[in-house]
């Protein structure tokens, strides 16, 4: 079946690295993918609407300079978190719908520790 | 706009004991209802999705869920629960399936031997 893959599964380190996760649709185009943030024994919460050829679309309260989006391809998107800090660290994972009626794919997602 | 509630952030109960987690939306339009599982330090895993049709809803691991949208409620239920079910468990709604997805705050279902 469609599978959403995401890489790194797990990254440590330093402060002030930026750091990039990309989500990738293996059988499938996806025009739209969505990036969410857990914190630890939280909910899942949307940061932005990842949309190709155009610009990603922020959830409120998120910050575009900090995560940056790209979506230059039908099958990749990018989340990129700059000169992270400790308090980026998270478990960021990212969905993409496949056009169908059907419910939208989900990667493995990352952990990100920052120290 | 779209909203879930999960009342109960921790359910503790007996293996072999029957559990219901309860999920209420609001929502002003016509919505998809799913429910996800996440084990510990692992991803999403989808246990049934509620697009149309049949109210009552079968999913995987034994799960089932019914959509009332009188009381629009989305309760999960499982006749006998196994100490393999300790995870935390989310229900979640969207306009359609290419929207974004809106979820709950979590259950913790945690099983006692």
């Given at each position: 079946g469609a599978v959403v893959s995401q890489h790194p599964s797990r990254v440590i380190c330093k402060s002030g690295t930026s750091v990039k996760i990309e989500c990738r649709s293996l059988d499938f185009q996806a025009t739209t993918m969505f990036w969410y943030r857990q914190f630890p024994k939280k909910s899942l919460m949307l940061m932005a609407t990842s949309n190709e050829g155009s610009k990603a679309t922020y959830e409120q309260g998120v910050?575009?300079?900090?995560?940056?989006?790209?979506?230059?391809?039908l099958t990749l998107s990018t989340l990129t978190v700059t000169s992270?800090?400790?308090?980026d660290s998270s478990f960021y994972i990212c969905s993409a719908p496949d056009g169908s009626n059907q419910p939208q794919h989900f990667g493995d997602g990352t952990r990100l520790s920052i120290l | 706009a779209q909203s879930v509630t999960q009342l109960d952030s921790q359910v503790p109960v007996f293996e072999e004991a029957p559990v219901e987690l309860r999920c209420n939306y609001s929502s002003?339009?016509?919505?998809y209802l799913f429910w996800y599982v996440q084990y510990p330090n692992q991803g999403l895993?989808?246990?049934?999705?509620?697009l149309s049709g049949s109210t009552l809803v079968k999913g995987i691991n034994g799960f089932e869920a019914e959509f009332n949208k009188s009381q629009t409620s989305f309760h999960l239920r499982k006749p006998s629960v196994h100490i393999s079910d300790t995870a935390e468990y989310f229900c979640?709604?969207?306009?359609?399936?290419?929207s974004k997805i809106i979820f709950g705050s979590g259950t913790r279902l945690s099983i006692r031997p």
């Open positions: 910050e575009k300079d900090k995560f940056l989006i790209n979506h230059a391809s992270a800090h400790p308090e | 002003s339009v016509s919505v895993q989808l246990l049934l999705k509620y979640a709604v969207s306009r359609s399936s290419a």
